[in-house]
């Protein structure tokens, strides 16, 4: 079991997860070249579709972003000048800005599922499938929406792959006996990192 203190730790985490997948639901939503609501709707299933899906997964209530209703509240306010803000954002940094974003919120969101399915009780292995969903499920999610194959199906490079030894290497911190902060952190920029670098020099799996 996590200890209490941890929680802040989770917490923090998964506000950057939150917000790196709400930003990738920005950025793809503009280059749709959608409204307001389009955008705050694919922000939203971005930033908290795989959050939620853990949560109905794990049995926890009141789900996540219900409990923390400043999320919402963020991503609405967001979502009012997401179209100005991406639209120069686009001119700026094109693709590596929306690939960056979804390679955060992959590896933080991933590393926030497993810590909570070990946290209640879920077996090793299952919890890290369950971070491996959490991970992924916001972005299948945004590509269904805006018709398209979701990445985590359509690229060759390593994704879910990812997020996968990562949550095995937060397991392993935890078992070595790392501190909480320390695994969470280590483990989601593991993750983040790894991502990354496979997109920059074109990994494939194939």
């Known amino acids: 079991m996590i200890a209490p203190e941890a929680t802040n730790f989770v917490f923090a985490v998964e506000v950057v997860a939150v917000l790196a ?3 990738s639901g920005f950025a793809e939503s503009q280059r749709k070249s959608m409204d307001v609501v389009g955008v705050f709707t694919v922000a939203f299933v971005t930033a908290f579709g795989g959050g939620t899906l853990r949560d109905v997964l794990l049995d926890r209530r009141p789900f996540f972003w219900v409990q923390h209703e400043a999320y919402v509240i963020l991503i609405f306010a967001l979502s009012l ?17 929306f690939i960056a974003a979804d390679a955060i919120g992959l590896g933080f969101f991933s590393i926030v599922g497993v810590s ?9 292995f299952t919890a890290t499938m ?5 991970g992924v499920f916001g972005g299948v999610l945004r590509d269904v929406i805006l018709n398209e194959v ?5 690229d060759n490079r390593p994704y879910a792959m990812t997020a996968f030894f990562g949550c095995w290497f ?3 911190m935890r078992g070595v006996g790392a501190e909480e902060a320390l ?3 280590t483990a989601a920029g593991l993750v983040t990192i790894t991502r990354l670098i496979a997109w920059r020099h074109d990994w494939s799996l194939k």
């Open 21 to 23: 997948a709400a930003f």
């Open 81 to 97: 000048f997401a179209t100005p803000m991406m639209r120069t954002a686009h001119r700026i940094i094109p693709n590596a800005g």
């Open 116 to 124: 909570l399915a070990l946290e209640a009780g879920m077996p090793t």
């Open 130 to 134: 369950m971070g491996v969903i959490t």
């Open 150 to 154: 979701p990445i985590v199906l359509r």
């Open 170 to 172: 937060y397991v392993l």
């Open 183 to 185: 695994a969470l952190w």
